[in-house]
């Protein structure tokens, strides 16, 4: 299957700051990138949908402002926590597709700690 | 709205045994059905993809089973082994391929 690279694995971060993560297709074009969170104990909700070049398609009760996302090349996508907070604290993922493909990939992950 | 759901949400089998996950999705209208396992902090790992017009797709002691028209997916693990331990999650696909994942089922397998 394709490669789907994320960065950081892990983060922690003061409260009140912002993080970058960092969501790259490594063997192909990504034309769609997703972004999903999961609380601990809990199961993966889809945060937005990314298309290159337009705005990212957030999902009800995600705040854009928050969630700041940047899709501007074929291969990379970013999500940014802006201001973030404790409550923030999850694990983020994403998941990239090709036109025309049927399966999306996914990305390691990213552990966010605020403290 | 799609919504999965997964059954049992935790198992405890001793090494050896076949046992059989289940999965429920009430949308019929998929794109495609995949499980995924997940290991304690960890990323996802794809074990098997079915396309909506398939009925199973089988990989190695793995077979995955889909009845679109009564929403369901089983998942039948074969032999199992102690390294089979994790949550094993389904999941299904709209058109624009974003996934709805169920809650998971987490196995542990006693040697």
């Known amino acids: 299957g394709a490669v789907v690279s994320q960065h950081p694995s892990r983060v922690i971060c003061k409260s009140g700051t912002s993080v970058k993560i960092e969501c790259r297709s490594l063997?192909?074009?990504?034309?769609?990138m997703f972004w999903y969170r999961q609380f601990p104990k809990q199961s993966l909700m889809l945060m937005a949908t990314?298309?290159?070049?337009?705005?990212?398609?957030?999902e009800q009760g995600v705040e854009k402002d928050k969630f700041l996302i940047n899709h501007a090349s074929l291969t990379l996508s970013t999500l940014t926590v802006t201001s973030a907070h404790p409550e923030d604290s999850s694990f983020y993922i994403c998941?990239?597709?090709?036109?025309?493909?049927?399966?999306?990939?996914f990305g390691q992950g990213t552990r966010l700690t605020v403290v | 709205k799609q919504e999965v759901t997964q059954i049992p949400a935790a198992l405890s089998v001793p090494e050896g045994e076949n046992l059989v996950l289940n999965c429920s999705f009430t949308?019929?209208?998929?794109?495609?059905l995949q499980w995924f396992r997940q290991d304690p902090g960890k990323g996802l790992t794809s074990l098997l993809l079915?396309?909506?017009?398939?009925r199973e797709q089988t990989s190695g002691r793995l077979n995955a089973s889909l009845d679109k028209s009564s929403g369901r997916s089983t998942l039948y693990i074969a032999a199992s082994q102690p390294g089979d331990s994790a949550t094993y999650l389904c999941?299904?696909?709209?058109?624009?391929?974003?996934?709805?994942f169920g809650s998971g089922t987490r196995l542990q397998v006693q040697p």
């Open positions: 998941s990239a597709s090709s036109e025309g493909s049927t399966e999306a990939f």
């Open positions: 063997d192909f074009q990504a034309t769609t």
């Open positions: 990314s298309n290159e070049g337009s705005k990212a398609t957030y």
């Open positions: 949308d019929s209208a998929i794109y495609n």
């Open positions: 079915i396309q909506s017009s398939q």
């Open positions: 999941a299904v696909g709209g058109g624009r391929r974003a996934l709805t």
